[in-house]
């Protein structure tokens, strides 16, 4: 599986009313992204950013 399909899975499920409850998951999700992201970041903010990017994403395709 490709990491922007698991980006995909990951968001579809947040917003399906899923709440992420292993951060560093999140985290590992958003770095495949190649997105920077501390250890100690908020769930919430990640998040946003791996929206971000899966929208940058789509606009290149």
Known sequence: MSDYARARQLIAAVDRGGIPLN????NDIARSLGLDVKR???VEATLQRI???LDRAASHE
């Not at 951060?23 to 999140?26: D, E, G, R, T």
């Open 40 to 42: 100690h970041a908020h």
């Open 23 to 26: 951060p560093a998951k999140v």
């Open 51 to 53: 929206r971000q990017a």
